[in-house]
């Protein structure tokens, strides 16, 4: 494989500044919105966790009701059978 060097007749004019700063504008743009994007997705997550482990505790808990209830519910059956 060769390389030859850059044939200045055919090469392409280089951007003006105008077209520099658009392209520079134009790539801050989408740099920020991408970080805003994934600051947006990582607070979502976050706040997913934080659900999610609410959501166990509260089914621990409620889980812990449900067996106190059955067994006092039990517990009063048996004695109401048996006066």
Known sequence: MTFAEPDPKNAEPAPTAAEERHWLHSTAFWAVLGGLS??????????????????????????????????????NQASLAQP
């Open 38 to 75: 994934s600051l947006l997705t990582g607070l979502t997550t976050i706040a997913a966790v934080i659900v999610g482990i609410q959501q166990l505790r509260e089914s621990r808990e409620l889980s812990l009701q449900n067996a106190a209830y059955s067994s006092w519910n039990e517990l």
